[in-house]
């Protein structure tokens, strides 16, 4: 879906991103985790085209350069929820959930426009908030709109779709946290793609396939949650002690911190 060789990327002669390597397939849930201050939003705006690197290094991007695709054609292939979505937005929540959609229509939405709103709406819980103006919602809650939103825009019969999410879990409590990862999983079970930034490393541990583990703007470990999820490994890369066991009902990694 996404391969890219050694990315390097430098803000003000600060260098961010130190020869990153990334390979994600058809189908993949791949967790970007790491401490404060990483590179794993830097890495995922390189990735989803929002930032360029020094050198022009080729991100293939479903085997073309990705700077290469019409950003119209990008945007029915990828979508992007960041983590610091715009606080003041004088909208309804339907109206910023349809933005979503704006890929699709000129001036009107159409009734798939409309369908697709709504579909997402339900499946992040905010039906019930879709008349409510957007600056009056919870923390929480304005995630699950711009949740919908990004889901809205993928919402096509484009093969082998990419979500970018950059801290999804921001504000949500424990049900909607499980839930969205239910949604982002369900996602890439129909031969979709994810690559997802979270803090949570049980989470990550429970839904996703692969772990990037990133530590001053290197990869520091790769691959399964168990090759990963090591005591020497997360204890060294977050400096703070941690035990691993086994999840006591479904068996998964579990990482115990102090
Ligand atoms: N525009 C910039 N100018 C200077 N430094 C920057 C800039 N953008 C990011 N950085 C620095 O690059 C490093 C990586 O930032 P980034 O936001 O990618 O980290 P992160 O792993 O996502 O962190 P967090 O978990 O805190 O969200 C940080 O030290 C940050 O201060």
Not at 165 to 191: A, G, R, V
């Amino acid at each position: 879906m996404i391969k890219a060789h050694q990315i390097n990327y430098q803000n003000q002669k600060v260098s961010i991103l130190n020869g990153v390597d990334i390979n994600v397939g058809y189908g993949e849930f791949l967790a970007i985790v790491g401490p404060n201050g990483a590179g794993k939003s830097s890495l995922l705006n390189v990735l989803a085209n929002e930032i360029k690197t020094d050198k022009k290094q080729d991100i293939f991007f479903k085997e073309k350069i990705l700077s290469t695709w019409s950003l119209e054609e990008l945007a029915r292939h990828k979508a992007k929820f960041s983590q610091h979505n715009a606080q003041d937005i004088p909208l309804v929540v339907k109206d910023v959930v349809m933005m979503g959609r704006y890929p699709y229509f000129n001036s009107q939405p159409h009734s798939e426009d409309v369908k697709s709103a709504e579909k997402s709406m339900a499946e992040t819980d905010v039906t019930h908030l879709q008349n409510r103006d957007y600056n009056s919602l919870s923390g929480g809650e304005k995630q699950r709109v711009h949740l919908a939103r990004v889901l809205a825009q993928l919402d096509n019969d484009v093969a082998h779709r990419l979500l970018f999410l950059d801290e999804p879990l921001n504000n949500l409590d424990i049900k909607h946290q499980y839930k969205t990862l239910e949604l982002i999983k369900k996602f890439t079970q129909q031969n979709n793609s994810a690559i997802v930034v979270l803090h949570d490393l049980n989470l990550a541990a429970r839904f996703a396939d692969k772990i990037l583990l990133m530590g001053n703007g290197e990869v520091l470990s790769y691959g399964s949650p168990s090759e990963v999820f090591t005591q020497d490994m997360i204890s060294s890369a977050y400096n703070f002690p941690c035990t691993i066991c086994k999840h006591p009902v479904h068996q998964d990694t579990m990482i115990l911190f102090g």
